[in-house]
């Protein structure tokens, strides 16, 4: 297993390099302070199974750090590690097709537990942000991911299923149609019935109902 850790704070990439063996053993680190460092070396390294992200990093603030990730390597799974939790910023990082999005104030069980979800192919959102978008109630502590569900558990087909990864990777309809040869009346109709599987009004909230059950969905760059 290998993961690239970007990140401009030289004590969170050694805490890192500390916790996250606990997801493999053979696992393989690498880490960058900046963009420029962590493009080079996810060139390098076309192999790697996650990126974890700040979005602070010099001379690529906010979005943008995602989007020339995202831009650059859109098969690379990418797990926002943030200082910042609050819901605007959380769903602005969704919106752009991060697949998980871990605050620094989260515990080591939390983030190994964010990461196996991600890695397994679900997505990983901090309860404070459901709760804010969803309107499910005063948050509870912070809590581990639970084992990820399948879309057939909640009902969606196959088809269905490689619709809502390319959601969550934050493509639009025009961009789903061609990756799976669809008509976009067809693609809309997908969508609808996915909406109504997840109890959501929205792409953003169905993203967010995803995690909160923990579906498993396809590897960013694939479909199921």
């Known amino acids: 297993m290998k993961i690239l850790i970007v ?10 390099r500390h916790v996250l063996p606990g ?6 680190l690498y880490d960058a302070p900046d963009c420029e460092g962590g493009l080079r070396l996810a060139d390098e390294h076309p192999d790697l199974d996650l990126a974890l992200l700040d979005l602070t990093l010099p001379g ?6 995602l989007q020339t990730f995202r831009g650059a390597h859109p098969a690379l799974p990418i797990v926002v590690l943030s200082g910042f939790d609050d819901s605007d910023t959380v769903l602005a990082a969704l919106d752009e097709g991060a697949m998980g999005f871990i605050p620094k104030s989260s515990t080591n069980e939390v983030l190994l537990g964010a990461l196996r979800l ?3 192919g679900g997505v990983y959102v901090p309860r404070q942000a459901i709760v804010g978008e969803l309107g499910l109630g005063a948050p509870r502590q912070e809590e581990a991911p639970r084992r990820p569900q399948t879309a057939s558990d909640i009902g969606l087909t196959e088809r269905q299923a490689e619709v809502l990864t390319l959601m969550v990777q934050g493509k639009p309809n025009k961009e789903i ?6 008509a976009e009346g067809t693609v809309k109709v997908h969508i609808t019935a996915i909406l109504k599987a997840l109890g959501a009004s929205n792409r953003t909230q169905a993203v967010l109902a995803a ?3 923990g579906l498993k969905l396809g590897t960013p760059g694939s479909t199921p």
């Open 7 to 16: 990140d401009d704070h030289p004590l969170i990439r050694e805490a890192l």
């Open 23 to 28: 997801l493999a053993a053979d696992i393989r």
């Open 60 to 65: 690529c603030r906010g979005m943008s750090a």
């Open 118 to 120: 991600v890695l397994s």
């Open 177 to 182: 149609c061609r990756e799976l040869n669809l």
């Open 211 to 213: 995690s909160r059950i």
